[in-house]
């Protein structure tokens, strides 16, 4: 079974700033898919950035950056020029390769602040 | 396009009562999903659909029910409520491919007392 590990549960930031958010995972697949989704306090759900596996290119998405290293399974993600509106649950996400369905494991999720 | 409504928003349920989650999606995704949401953790998927007539099981089915009988719903069944299934309960659907964007609904939240 794959696992994903998020290790700050409450980040803070300062509105301009730039900051990482760490997640790491565990699976014994070689192909699979990463996602980022965002829970602002209205409880949507949105897609932020994702990354396939045997891409090696980082995937950017305007001020979203990942830094994907497939060896140390690992998938942060950079904010840069935060913004107020940044302020939400961060969630890393996993799919395995195999299977026919998208089926999504989550991490427990990083608290972002931003402030003035 | 309205995405993926889901119906109630909130509820709150009577140990051993039943009831049904609605989700309907307006975008003809194939596949659907449920998640629940417990506090402070990420999201758990219930159960999924990948067509109409077609679901299966997630990481935590037990306590539910679904079915598929059309491409656009995909209710959610709660029977015998429990305490541990106070949660918060989101749908989504995706065109299908492992890369696809999952699009939520805004979710419902059960409390079972």
């Known amino acids: 079974a794959q696992t994903v590990t998020q290790s700050q549960p409450e980040m803070s930031v300062q509105e301009a700033e730039t900051v990482t958010l760490s997640c790491t995972y565990d699976?014994?697949?070689?192909?699979?898919?990463l996602f980022w989704y965002k829970q602002p306090p209205s409880r949507q759900m949105i897609l932020v950035i994702r990354q396939e596996a045997y891409k090696q290119q980082n995937a950017t998405e305007n001020r979203f950056s990942v830094n994907f290293q497939k060896a140390a399974k690992s998938f942060s993600l950079k904010i840069s020029d935060s913004q107020l509106g940044d302020t939400a649950m961060y969630f890393c996400a996993f799919i395995p390769g195999t299977g026919t369905a998208s089926k999504l494991t989550f991490g427990t999720g990083t608290r972002l602040q931003v402030t003035l | 396009n309205a995405g993926v409504t889901q119906t109630p928003k909130f509820r709150i349920l009577k140990i051993g009562q039943s009831m049904t989650l609605q989700c309907t999606q307006d975008?003809?995704?194939?596949?659907m999903y449920w998640y629940r949401q417990d506090p402070g953790m990420g999201l758990k998927l219930i159960y999924y659909?990948?067509?109409?007539?077609?679901?299966d099981k997630g990481e935590v089915p037990n306590g539910y029910n679904v079915s598929r009988s059309t491409t656009e719903d995909f209710p959610l069944r709660l029977e015998l409520a429990a305490p541990s299934q106070t949660s918060v309960y989101f749908c989504?659907?995706?065109?299908?491919?492992?890369?696809?964007?999952?699009?939520f609904g805004p979710g419902t939240r059960l409390t079972v007392t």
């Open positions: 699976t014994s697949e070689n192909n699979y898919y």
């Open positions: 989504a659907s995706s065109y299908g491919g492992k890369n696809a964007e999952q699009y």
């Open positions: 659909s990948v067509g109409a007539g077609i679901t």
């Open positions: 975008m003809n995704h194939n596949y």
